[in-house]
């Protein structure tokens, strides 16, 4: 089934309530193929996200001669081939919707000894890729490409050469793209970065044994360096726990408790924006899984309030404005965000999409050339278009928990991408969702 031939209608009301456990975190699960590829030894995997964007780069490091193995449906047995033994892959790499994968793969792929081919959706090859290119080809990659976007064709290369990027924009992606290629970088290539952005590459870096620098706003490691097989346990994802944290948020009387989610600082801004807010959000069982922080969160309905959301929230939380702008919907007073330019160029224009949906649910907003204004206030029912960008398609979704008549989410299958089985476990938790 195509996107557009998948669609969710949400009848308006219920409340959200019990113990729920969401998919394992995305960036975590394409990380531990990528690391375990590369490493020497078995790597086991335990939560990993099965959906369509890992699956993707677990395909990608199959055709390039890793074996990978699946004892269960969450669980990965990877066998490292060494950080210089991939495979010349005899197809192009197809990356779907994932740009995590391109950008990451392409810093990886940048130091080998084969030519390789990134291609992806028509969502992805609409994605800049420039971003990523550039300190690529300042490390002496040939990377041609179409206009700065996907397919990439990635020449072989050897000696690439280490580098100091000042990254104009705070980007996990373009950081962990260099650093992985600074692997195969003579010297000590170094990332600066405006702001923190997320830091689970270096994080796991460290867990396959390798020495990395790092503090808020800069990431560094000299070149060279070997993988050591290790054990991975990948905590829920905080990204797509938010969808049912400003559910229960929104509506007085629910109470819900997420389990096992990754509670990484420097992904956390959806807790800071939720509670600047006014929700009533608790860590229990704070832990680790590894290196990586974990809690369970629980969450209970209330009123929120309108608030300004400035730049310093933003890099923390950049994947989870649309259901910010749903939780914003519904509080009492304008909630206004800016610094968050970085959405326009996801996998829909997120700035433009959030506010043609709540337009069209009777919501006033206003886009902004870096984020969007939004008065709190009555939602109609009615109709949107996803643009086939799944966390469109999920927040408003959410949003039908208040909403005065249902609501129907077009162009709805790429929730697959990163949040399999989204539907169920909504209805299980009192949504009112059927797909169609």
Sequence with gaps: MSSSELSYTVIPG??????????????????SIMFGALAE?????????????????????????????????????????GLHGLQSPREPLDLGNSGTSMRLMAGLLSGQ????????????????MKRI???????????????????????????????????????????????????????KTEVFEPEASRDHTERMLRAFGVKVEARAGYAALEGGQSLKATAIQVPADISSAAFFMVGAAIVPGSEIVLSD???????????DVLRLMGADIRLENERRFGDEPVADIRVRGGGLRGVRIGKE????SIDEFPIIFIAAAFAQGETVVEGAEELRVKESDRIQSMCDGLRALGVAAQALPDGMRVMGGRMRGGTVDSRGDHRIAMSFAIAALR??????????????TSFPGFAALARAAGLGIREA
């Design 14 to 31: 219920g409340r959200l309530a019990g113990r729920l456990r969401v998919p394992g975190d995305k960036s975590i699960s394409h990380r």
């Design 41 to 81: 030894g078995l790597t086991t995997v335990e939560g990993f996200l099965t959906g369509e964007d890992c699956l993707c780069t677990m395909k990608a490091f199959q055709a390039m001669g890793v074996r990978i193995e699946r004892p269960a449906e969450t669980s990965l047995r990877i066998h490292g081939v």
């Design 113 to 128: 000894h084969f030519t390789s081919n990134l291609v992806g959706d028509a969502s992805l090859s609409r994605r800049p």
């Design 133 to 187: 290119i550039a300190p690529l080809e300042q490390m002496g990659a040939r990377i041609e490409s179409n206009e700065g976007k996907a397919p990439l064709n990635i020449l072989p290369h050897r000696n690439l050469k280490a580098i100091s990027y000042h990254s104009p924009v705070a980007s996990a992606q373009i950081k962990s793209g260099i650093l992985l290629a600074g692997l195969y970088a003579q010297g």
């Design 261 to 271: 989610v990754g509670v990484n600082p420097t992904r956390t801004g959806i807790i």
């Design 313 to 316: 929230l933003v890099a923390a």
């Design 403 to 416: 909403a005065e008549q249902p609501i129907r989410i077009l162009d709805c299958a790429n929730v697959n």
